[in-house]
């Protein structure tokens, strides 16, 4: 039986251990403003952007990594970059190297690129060509 809280600050009912929205868009804009970079940050703002995103989303549908390694279906509200943009800036809308997320599991993600970078990189491109190869109906 799943345990439920509320937000302090909007009142919400989450599930135990997620982030509140109204927290999460706060975190990004706090992100955008101290620690992203300009020209990212003119990136993720443009219009090119917001229809590769939604392009993503549309396309595979659900969170990639939590149905390949769990299972579970789990609705996608965020797309996440394998390769950063820092890394690679011309692969920022390449769709090889975006994967559709729920923002906890985009979280997650973060943490392990934290503790190996090169091998999370390699098991998200793994996953997300074997999920649009032989699940997501049609492939890309």
Not at 37 to 47: C, N, P, T
Not at 93 to 104: I, K, P, Q, T, Y
Request: glycine residues 4%; positive net charge.
């Amino acid at each position: 039986m799943p345990i439920y809280k509320r937000c302090s600050r909007c009142g919400g009912r989450l599930l135990t251990g997620q982030k509140c929205p109204c927290r999460v868009r706060e975190s990004n804009r706090e992100y955008d403003r101290f620690k992203r970079d300009k020209e990212s940050k003119r990136f993720y703002d443009s219009a090119e952007w917001r229809r590769t995103k939604e392009r993503v989303l549309e396309l595979d549908g659900m969170d990639v990594y939590e149905y390949m390694t769990t299972g579970e279906v789990v609705a996608a509200d965020t797309v996440h970059h394998i390769v950063p943009l820092r890394d690679d800036w011309s692969k920022r809308v390449d769709m090889r190297n975006l994967m559709s997320l729920n923002a906890a599991t985009h979280s997650k993600i973060e943490t392990e690129y934290k503790r190996n970078k090169q091998k999370m990189i390699e098991n998200l491109t793994r996953i997300l060509a074997e999920f649009r190869e032989n699940v997501r109906v049609g492939g890309i």
